[in-house]
């Protein structure tokens, strides 16, 4: 399983707004960046299987726990993420450019993505669309 400090990155990475918690849209946004094509309902059911304490919300823990349950490779592809972005981010610019990220997720790792899926994953991770993927790991 991926190790907690790589979850808690990406769980962070997807609180937009800083809540401490996953809404449904931010577990959305993360299952879709994670080449998880799912279907709002989809969301809405793995939502409300993965919230243990039925507050609608996702927290680190529940996220964790989540990760166990949907197998390693899932766990896998949040650590790999993780991962690639410190190996290939070499000159701690805090941020990947699309070239960068097409070249993790097509070449790298177990779980190879097509030029399309490598772009598409990056658009879903540049939010403010400046061609920089920041990954913001607050330490
Ligand atoms: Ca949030
Ligand atoms: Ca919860």
């Given amino acids: ?6 979850l808690k990155a990406v769980f962070d990475y997807f609180d937009r707004d800083g809540t401490g918690t996953l809404e449904l849209d931010e577990l959305e946004e993360l299952l879709n ?3 998880q094509c799912v279907t709002k309902e989809e969301v809405r059911s793995i939502m409300a299987a993965d919230d243990i304490n039925s507050d609608g919300v996702m927290s680190l823990s529940e996220f964790i726990e989540f ?27 805090g941020y990947l450019s699309k070239t960068d990220m097409e070249t993790i997720l097509t070449k790298g790792g177990a779980f190879p993505f ?21 990954y913001g790991v607050t330490i």
């Fill in 1 to 6: 399983m991926a190790d907690p400090e790589s």
């Fill in 67 to 93: 990760y166990k349950r949907h197998g390693k490779d899932a766990a896998k592809v949040g650590q790999e993420i993780g991962d690639a972005f410190k190996r290939f981010d070499r000159n701690n610019r």
């Fill in 114 to 134: 097509t030029k399309e899926e490598a772009e598409m994953c990056f658009d879903a991770f540049d939010l403010n669309k400046d061609g920089q993927m920041d």
């Fill in 33 to 35: 960046a994670l080449g």
